[in-house]
């Protein structure tokens, strides 16, 4: 391996270009022990290198604090939420700071290609010794490439094209080109189609099974328009060793309060051998070794709870009716929302079928798995008020603050307790979903929606409902939103809607629906359309109304700042984020592109359309 010995190093694109001062990155000798010469000996050294790709997943993605976990910006500017640290998408750039680079919207591009060159080395290293047992060389393989596929999924459908890096990268390279997004598909997908041939078909929790790899194939096969494609790599996966959990299980079981649906998001039932389930769950636990575990945990109750125990909600008397401390506390958890949730996750997603919230009989919205607005009880009990019920009376603050500071918590997704005596209640460590069934379903449906079969489609999607005691559907209901409304039902904090979203709109563009073309995607796309239909927080909400929750008049975005001034606001070319500043100027013999409507794109070259094929 070549390596670079100097005083000076500029990181660009995760890790892979290095501007050095001295030529000494051509010596060849290994500076370290663990350099790849001496740990890609033999089949360990590879397979601690999927170890720590498995980790690296984990932390990237659910378990690297507050900001840092990259699901958290997935619900950013959806249905389901808004960032109230990143409102105005105006000032949405490709330079990261603490108002745009919390949910990793510029920065976050820099971290994926570290995690793709972790596993290119094992791909580019992968006949560096004598296998033995081919089989395990191709499964070590297989792992690898998905979790190269799995990053470059997120990329593309966070960012459009980007640059393809496939081989390790072992000396300065200046001249990296963008590539069309539909480049980088073509070739993950051939990828896909060789690692499912040889991924085990289980595999210990963590780690990637066949039914893992086929669902992120259907997933790309989505992306590229191969509906059928799609629908049989979900039929993979559904006609495989899985199923939709319908029986009480696992921790919890025997509390008579609880449903089915509570104990499918109990942490420790996650990656349980009774959840037939699971397709591929991280592992997060309190108990593992130092090293193990993370001891950030989950921050999900931070993350998605309002701030109900913050010094601005009074008594009659003018003095703190709520307090950081206490039963209801370590119970709901020291919420400080970076998502706060929308009237539409909350009330308006449930009304179907006659039903609303109140009286839907999906357990997703039973009482027993929500703490709703009108169950809040003062806390302190110095306070005259102490166990009556909350009211927005006594309340101070602005008007866009008090509604991100009060609104019902799906406590059943979002409670993870902390284990640790000495820690805040922010939601501890805990096993979390990456792929489960109810998505393949959902997948599955969406595939035979746009081949026109909507009543398979409504098949699927009643498999899920019927699970959860909803009222059934029809063909005639099955639309393309409706279908991103059940994934908001049934997969909040779990999916990456904002990636989702994404692809949905370029396949519109792509099919011309709805009006839609990739000439003016950037300008008119359907995930701006869907979120500010439901997302009531942004100005162009075209519903006026009242907030169920706490009786204020909406939308309110036009008329009132939430946090430090800021109005919340998004624009058509925000479904794609910025690439970051830094990767672009770096790169100083090559052009990485900048999406449209984001400053630089000016500068923009023609992206590369092919990429070439590798041999293993």
Known sequence: MKRIITHTLVL???????????????????????????????????????VTMRKTLADAEFTGGRGSALFIGQWDATEAGIGIWAMDKDHLNGSPSTYVGFFQQASMINDVYTYIKDANVVISRIDDIEWDDQQRRNE?????????????????????DVPFVGNEIQEAKLDFQTHTREAILDKIQSDM??????????????????????????????????FQKAIDAASEVIN?????????????????????????????????????????????????????????????????????????HRDSEGNAGMIDAGPMYDTLGRGNPDIALTEFLQYRAWEEDGYTWEDTPDLRRADINWVDVHEMRYNNPESVNYGEQWTIEYTTGARGRVITSMYAMPFYKTYVPEESTDARPY?????????????????RAEANYWLDNLQ?????INKIRARAEAPLISAG????????????????????????????????????????????????NWWYDRVISRNFYYPEHPESGTSISIGIPYPIGDQVEIVGGIHPHINPHNFLW???????????????????????????????????????
């Open 240 to 312: 495989g060793p899985y199923a939709l959990m319908t029986e009480r299980f696992g921790q919890d079981a025997d509390d008579p309060k609880r449903n089915v649906i509570w104990d499918l998001h109990r942490p420790m039932n996650k990656n349980s051998s009774a959840n037939t389930e699971t397709i591929l769950a991280i592992v997060d636990r309190y108990e593992a070794p130092v090293g193990a575990r993370d001891d950030a945990g989950m921050f999900t109750m931070r993350t998605f709870h309002p701030d109900w125990w913050h010094s601005r």
């Open 578 to 616: 910025p690439v970051a500043d830094n990767m672009i100027e770096s790169n100083t013999q090559g052009r990485v592109n900048q999406n449209p409507g984001y400053p630089g794109s000016e500068n923009n070259e023609p992206p590369l359309e092919t990429i070439e094929a590798e041999t293993w």
């Open 12 to 50: 660009m694109i995760g890790s892979l270009i290095l501007i050095s001062c001295s030529d000494s990155f051509l010596e060849p000798e290994p500076q370290s022990f663990f350099a790849p010469e001496n740990t890609y000996t033999n089949e360990a050294g590879f397979q601690a290198q999927l």
């Open 427 to 443: 939601g501890g460590n805990g096993d979390w979903y990456l792929f489960r069934l109810a998505e393949t379903y959902l997948i």
């Open 477 to 524: 209901d099955v639309t393309i939103d409706y279908i991103f409304d059940e994934r908001v039902r049934e997969l909040f904090a779990e999916g990456m809607q904002q990636n989702e979203l994404a692809r949905v709109s370029f396949t519109m563009a792509k099919l011309g629906r709805g009006g839609y073309d990739m000439e003016s995607i950037h300008q008119d």
């Open 456 to 460: 398979a489609a409504a098949d699927d």
């Open 140 to 160: 070590i393989l297989a792992e690898a490439l998905w979790h190269r596929s799995y990053w470059y999924n997120r990329l593309v459908h966070s960012y459009g």
């Open 193 to 226: 189609e060789f690692a499912v041939q040889h991924l085990p078909e289980e595999a210990i929790p963590g780690a990637v099974s066949r039914g893992a790899g086929y669902h992120l194939l259907s997933k790309i096969y989505l992306a590229n328009l191969e």
